[in-house]
């Protein structure tokens, strides 16, 4: 999902009945408020029900947050919120460096933009949600500070491949199981826009690449459920 698409701010177009992206956003708001939590069932005839909609109309939107990772589909099963895997963070913060590592030497290419000043708002932001506990509201903030500075490097197929991997991001931030953002890494797009000001791309891409790791570094994934009874007693096969 778009970061853009403001999903704590959804409403239903057209006043009619909700379409399936108003369900999309809607369970999409729920895991980042965590009123969802990892494994969390969704019945589709549950849902219609809660939104006066039919079957078909959720399945669009439990799709679709599948195709994202949000909700994990199986053949004849009921949908579920899914669990944060651990290898699938990783890549995302792999590509998430690589594409943010270029974003800042676009930057630097360029003199200093007066509109880095307008970031500043963005930290502001990060820092009421933090201090009113709105964690929802700081992942989104903290996210539409990456996507802003991608903005100002003026890539725009490097920007759209950027709000994919922050969609992810975000999802699996609001379903771990530990805190993330803190004043500290508010701290750090400080001081990444005051690199950036200086001129100093490379202090810049340091920043951003510590910043990127101590968020994963963060994260609280949950070991993968078995159902093998010996690897959960961690004990040998009887022969």
Request: hydrophobic letters at 40%.
């Amino acid at each position: 999902m778009s970061l853009a698409d403001q999903p704590t701010r959804r409403t239903r177009g057209g006043g009619g009945k909700p379409t399936s992206h108003f369900i999309y956003q809607s369970i999409y708001a729920a895991i980042l408020d965590r009123r969802l939590t990892p494994t969390a069932k969704l019945d589709k005839n549950t849902l219609g029900r809660i939104f006066g909609v039919s079957g078909w109309t959720v399945q669009r939107a439990l799709t679709r947050l599948a195709e994202e990772g949000a909700v994990t589909l199986e053949p004849r099963q009921i949908a579920q919120i899914s669990r944060p895997n651990e290898q699938q963070a990783r890549q995302v913060l792999e590509a998430r460096i690589l594409v943010e590592s270029e974003v800042i030497r676009l930057l630097g290419t360029r003199p200093a933009d007066a509109r880095l000043h307008e970031l500043h708002s963005l930290v502001e932001n990060q820092r009421a949600c933090l201090a009113s506990g709105d964690g929802a509201g700081l992942i989104e903030q903290a996210g539409e500070f990456h996507l802003r500075l991608a903005e100002l490097a003026g890539n725009t197929l490097l920007l759209e491949f950027l709000r994919g991997l922050l969609s992810r991001a975000a999802l699996n931030i609001a379903l771990s199981r530990s805190p993330v953002y803190s004043a500290g890494t508010c701290e750090e797009h400080l001081a990444l826009i005051a690199a950036l000001q200086a001129g100093d791309s490379a202090l810049a891409g340091q920043v951003l690449v510590k910043h990127l790791n101590g968020i994963f570094d963060r994260q609280c994934f949950a070991p993968t459920p078995t159902v093998d009874l010996h690897a959960a007693f961690r004990v040998g096969r009887l022969s």
